[in-house]
Structures are given as C-alpha cells and as structure tokens.
Nanobody, 127 residues
C-alpha cells in the first residue's frame, strides 16, 4: 500500500510559478512511477507529467512541455510538480498518483495504470 498527500495549491496570478508537492509513504513507494494528473469538475482526468522510478525518464503532455517540471526525491519521500508561467486554463485540481509498472501496461499517460492516488490540491489561476 502506498499513500500520497498533495499540497502546494492555491490561487495565483497568470504568469506566476507554483510548486506542488506530493508526500509519499508506504512499502516500497520508491519503486513506483509517479505521475501528476489534473481534473476540472465534469471532465475526465487528464495526464500532466510522469517520472519513472529510476529517475531517468520523464514524460510531459503537450501543454506541460517547457512550463512544468516533474521531479522526485526518494530520500525525502517527496515528488514535485513545478508549474511555471501558469495560465487560467491550468486551473484544475491536481492529483499525484503512483503505479508499479505503467511502462509494461498501457503507458505512463493513462490513469488506469496508477493504483494509488492522493486527494488532490486545487490550483486556481486568475488573469
């Protein structure tokens, strides 16, 4: 079992930088891939970014490339999503997720590949 707790969300102005944090715990959490998804009420969750357990591979969806940065620090039991130059369309609830082997399933982009989820943290961007 892996537990995840997100934090760092809030209300910010367009163009600012925000850093989301995900605290991980549980047995062998460091062997899991970690991903960030986001969701607006009434819509499906959409993939944002993912990082492999070995730290050598990172994945970003189109809107995140060049603006968002995913990272993890297993010694600190943390994963992060730094969001730069945020825009109003980035407004959503952001979730941290962990999966054992998404690379051997449907891939890092699919939420079904992640077994554990946090409760999310809200990000609201105003113009």
């Amino acid at each position: 079992q892996v537990q995840l707790v997100e934090s760092g969300g809030g209300s910010v102005q367009s163009g600012e930088t925000l850093r989301l944090s995900c605290a991980l715990s549980g047995r062998d959490f460091y062997t899991f891939a970690v991903a960030w998804f986001r969701q607006t009420p009434g819509k499906e969750r959409e993939f944002v970014s993912a990082i492999s357990w070995s730290l050598d591979k990172k994945y970003y969806t189109t809107f995140a490339k060049g603006r968002f940065t995913i990272s993890r620090d297993d010694y600190a039991n943390m994963a992060y999503l730094q969001m730069s130059r945020v825009q109003p369309e980035d407004t959503a609830r952001y979730y941290c997720a962990a999966g054992a082997r998404p690379e051997e399933g449907g891939g890092y982009f699919f939420d079904a590949e992640y077994d554990y989820w946090g409760q999310g943290t809200q990000v609201t961007v105003s113009s």
